[in-house]
């Protein structure tokens, strides 16, 4: 059944390139000055014998009907019909006359108002500013109130940077300092129905301390060096954030056949007790907590990500076995294993590593483009990289040139690699309590030596691996020279049609400019309708649009120099600024933002593709996102409710009775621009993030979907065919 898509968004588009097009033209007219007159004498009796030479202006005098008269006028339009008609000379010019008018801007600007989240509460008188309103928030009260400050962000669970797997981390990090300490070789972790149970075996808090450990900010045994050396959390923070954000806390610390517990709602001490074990256990620490609904909603832990992170507390802590639910994780090789695990197709040579006491790293080449890492600081992951990732980038480029005796460039290298690397640093500096960005300058001259003769002694044991690095090297050395022959042919043919990026609106800020440009983000729109319907939504300040002519190519398959024979994906790289390097993209997010049917998603598909095949570690560092629109539109004259879901429709409609009226949105164009600005605006917007949970199942995935057609596929698609009656038109 075909579905005729509305084209509500276009004019609106088309109204702002009328109004470029007047702006261009206006810009381009000259108004030219008024003669001066003549003061000389003789050049007036000059002027008066000319005026006597020529015909009376009362005389009539034919005219050409085109081309150019005797005295060199253009005269083309003399005999049109319709001319326009001549200004009086003491006519003023007029002014600039705006495209909106006064009655329109008034109406806009109450809609922009309406959605404002603040207008929703009714306004408050303001109270005298007296020592009576000055309030003392208690150190777990402030977490409850400001929590962001602390875990970074609240979400349901949805996302693996979500507060509740932060929490989760930070009981779990206290319990790795105890191993990394030499204390305790196992750790049990149980999380079900919301509840995280962790229990390790490491010397226990003291007994005497446990309550002020979990309830007292920068009280903690963390920052004294002779008792935690390496640690993750070195604020004080992590358990008392753990305890304040939970609608249920209990710890129980275990030394010497004694033992204290401590129950806690919200923060708040509700029990306590201490006394000797009727059992004998060995020493250690146990949570019980549950994440609080008041504070973070409905919410459930996604257990793939909780495996995700046990595994890598264990590929960086060899040695150590961490049970989940019943279920053992213990890596024997570290960071050899995880490459091993992630590596998402053949590696040309065999893994080389470096184990030192206070740095570690794991590398291998494969046919990939770009670069791919994981780099840790004492155990926590850091996917915005830091210092200690650049030091090892910086060593290891040299290492190569000085075991080849040569002066490789640093994409040659480093094209196709991927890496693992484990710092352990004294005193962290990281850029947030979320410990994403380590910032310590201090280590770089450290891991850059480090690196760099590591790197060069494993080369020296393994001359096989060594040549066969070599031959990559070179490999990609031939293959760049050739892509610039390419590109310089694209940008020659780029200067000649237009150095503007056509189907790019940007913005004002991008990541470049620091702060200001952290919430920079850029929607990758299918057609003018929806393109035109965002832009009159967005804020320009901070949020780009790029819109697609319809499917882009299928990319799967294709060399890197194909990309510069597309021009509309080429003018992707270019708005993305990733055309020479990843480390140059101009904003923080990337949003794919298509329409909520069969097409958007295979548009959708063939964009992943693109950013998969030769920009993984966009998708790797957190970079791509999926705009989220709503699906439905539940109304009555009073009230409209926006659904992502049938579930939310159904529950909308039983809230507004049997009256209301239903509307399906299957397009962006389809939505009102007034309406949509409420989508896409920070507090509101719902964005997917793109993960990957394992780097070697993506070529797998890419061939079955987008690869040529097979007979496993068309099996799959046969199978999973749905019939009219079961499509939602």
Not at 123 to 135: E, G, H, M
Not at 493 to 502: D, G, L, Q, V
Not at 589 to 615: C, E, M, P, Q, S
Not at 636 to 649: G, V
Request: proline share 3%; with cysteine; charged share 30%.
């Amino acid at each position: 059944m075909a579905i005729k898509k509305s084209t509500a968004g276009t004019k609106p588009a088309k109204t702002a390139a009328s109004k470029a097009s007047s702006k261009k033209t206006e810009s381009k007219a000259s108004v030219k000055a008024p003669a001066k007159a003549a003061s000389r004498t003789a050049a007036k009796t000059a002027s008066a014998a000319k005026s006597a030479a020529k015909p009376s202006a009362s005389k009539s005098v034919k005219k050409p009907t085109a081309g150019i008269d005797e005295n060199g006028t253009f005269r083309a339009w003399d005999n049109a019909k319709t001319v326009a008609k001549a200004k009086p000379k003491d006519e003023k010019k007029e002014g600039f006359v705006p495209g909106v008018s006064a009655e329109e801007n008034e109406k806009r600007l109450a809609a922009a108002r309406a959605i404002d989240p603040g207008a929703k509460s009714a306004p408050k008188k303001v109270a005298a500013y007296t020592d009576d309103q000055i309030r003392h928030l208690d150190a777990l009260e402030h977490i409850r109130l400001r929590s962001g400050m602390y875990i970074g962000r609240l979400g349901d669970g949805s996302n693996q940077n979500d507060g509740i797997y932060v929490l989760l981390k930070e009981v779990i990090d206290n319990s790795i300092d105890e191993y990394i300490m030499g204390f305790g070789k196992k750790i049990e972790v149980s999380v079900k129905d919301n509840h995280v149970k962790v229990r390790d075996y490491g010397r226990g808090i003291p007994l005497g301390k446990v309550v002020e450990c979990v309830s007292e900010i920068n009280t903690g045994a963390k920052y004294n060096d002779d008792v935690f050396q390496f640690s993750v959390g070195m604020n004080g923070v992590g358990t008392k954030a753990v305890n304040a954000l939970s609608s249920y806390f209990r710890v129980i610390s275990i030394r010497d056949g004694s033992c204290t517990e401590a129950v806690f709602e919200k923060g708040k001490l509700i029990k306590q007790r201490s006394g000797k074990m009727k059992e004998p256990q060995p020493d250690g620490t146990f949570f019980d907590f549950v994440p609080d609904e008041e504070i973070f909603g409905k919410y459930s832990f996604n257990m793939e990500f909780v495996e995700k992170r046990m595994w890598n507390y264990a590929y960086l802590n060899s040695g150590l076995t961490l049970r989940l639910n019943g279920v053992d994780f213990v890596s024997k090789n570290g960071l050899l294993d995880l490459l091993q695990n992630e590596l998402a197709e053949e590696s040309l040579y065999e893994i080389g590593s470096y184990r030192g006491e206070h740095l570690q790293f794991a590398f291998t080449h494969t046919n990939a483009y770009g670069e791919n890492y994981f780099s840790f600081v004492n155990g926590q992951y850091t996917s915005d990289g830091g210092t200690h990732l650049a030091a090892f980038k910086e060593g290891f480029l040299k290492g190569v040139n000085d075991f080849f005796n040569a002066n490789y460039k640093s994409e040659d290298v480093r094209d196709g690699i991927t890496a693992a690397i484990l710092a352990k640093v004294k005193d962290p500096v990281f850029e947030s309590q979320t410990k994403n960005k380590l910032g310590n300058t201090d280590i770089r001259q450290w891991i850059v030596s480090e690196t760099q003769s590591g790197l060069d002694n494993w080369l020296h044991h393994n001359p096989k691996a060594a040549e066969r690095l070599k031959e990559k090297i070179e490999h990609n050395e031939k293959m760049r020279v050739e892509l610039a022959s390419v590109k310089k042919l694209v940008r020659e043919a780029a200067k000649k049609n237009s150095i503007r990026i056509e189907k790019l609106d940007d913005c004002r800020f991008h990541l470049e400019d620091g702060a200001k440009g952290e919430n920079s983000m850029i929607f990758i729109t299918e057609g003018l309708s929806a393109s035109g319907v965002m832009t009159h939504s967005r804020d320009a300040n901070y949020q780009a649009i790029f819109s697609l002519r319809g499917k882009p190519e299928n990319m799967y398959g294709k060399k890197q120099s194909d990309i510069y024979k597309n021009d509309e994906l080429h003018q992707l790289m270019m708005a993305l600024g990733i055309e020479n390097s990843v480390e140059n993209l101009r904003y923080s997010k990337i949003v794919i933002a298509t329409d909520a049917d069969n097409d958007g998603f295979h548009i959708r598909n063939l964009v992943l593709t693109f950013f998969l095949g030769y920009f993984e570690e966009l998708i790797t560092t957190g970079r791509v996102f999926i705009l989220e629109t709503p699906l439905f539109r539940v109304r009555t004259k009073k009230e409209n409710i926006y659904c992502y879901s049938e579930a939310e429709r159904d529950a909308a409609q039983e809230k507004l009775g049997k009256n209301c009226e239903t509307s399906r949105f299957k397009g962006l164009g389809e939505i009102n621009p007034s309406e949509f600005r409420q989508f896409i605006e920070p507090e509101t917007i719902h964005l997917t993030p793109v993960e990957i949970s394992q780097l070697k199942i993506i070529p797998q995935i890419l061939a079955f979907y987008m690869g040529k057609n097979t007979p496993e596929r068309r099996a799959f698609i046969e199978k999973n065919l749905l019939s009219n009656a079961e499509i939602d038109v």
